[in-house]
């Protein structure tokens, strides 16, 4: 679940990049949990990808108010505002959570 370069431009028109920048912290903590709790939580040695986070950050992601209001605000879809934020959070945070 990549962040695409289609994804990143529906984000930024719709004023998201702006939006999660103004909130960086939130996300990034969000996801340095997310990732924290899958290093705990698989076996022994195993790597703990992009896409493992995406999966454990969804459902946190998916209920922020915050989020979900300026989701509305902006006409654009739960599911899939949701999804490109959450490939957005990854994208931005990835050396920080991953100890890159």
Same mark, same amino acid.
């Given at each position: 679940?990549?962040?695409?370069? #289609? !994804?990143?431009?529906? $984000?930024?028109?719709?004023?998201?990049?702006?939006?999660?920048?103004d909130?960086? /912290?939130?996300?990034l903590?969000?996801?340095? #949990? !997310?990732?924290?709790y $899958?290093?705990?939580?698989?076996?022994?040695g195993?790597?703990v990808r992009?896409d /493992?986070?995406a999966?454990?950050?969804?459902?946190?992601?998916?209920?922020?108010?915050?989020l979900?209001?300026r989701?509305?605000?902006?006409?654009?879809?739960?599911?899939?505002?949701?999804?490109?934020?959450?490939d957005?959070?990854?994208?931005?945070?990835?050396?920080?959570?991953?100890?890159?």
């Amino acid at each position: 679940m990549a962040l695409s370069l #289609d !994804a990143e431009q529906r $984000l930024e028109r719709a004023g998201l990049i702006t939006f999660f920048a103004d909130h960086r /912290d939130t996300w990034l903590r969000a996801a340095t #949990d !997310a990732h924290e709790y $899958l290093g705990g939580s698989f076996p022994p040695g195993s790597t703990v990808r992009p896409d /493992d986070v995406a999966k454990v950050l969804a459902p946190i992601i998916e209920v922020n108010e915050r989020l979900r209001n300026r989701l509305a605000e902006r006409k654009m879809t739960q599911k899939y505002g949701t999804r490109y934020f959450v490939d957005l959070i990854i994208d931005r945070t990835w050396d920080e959570i991953h100890g890159g």
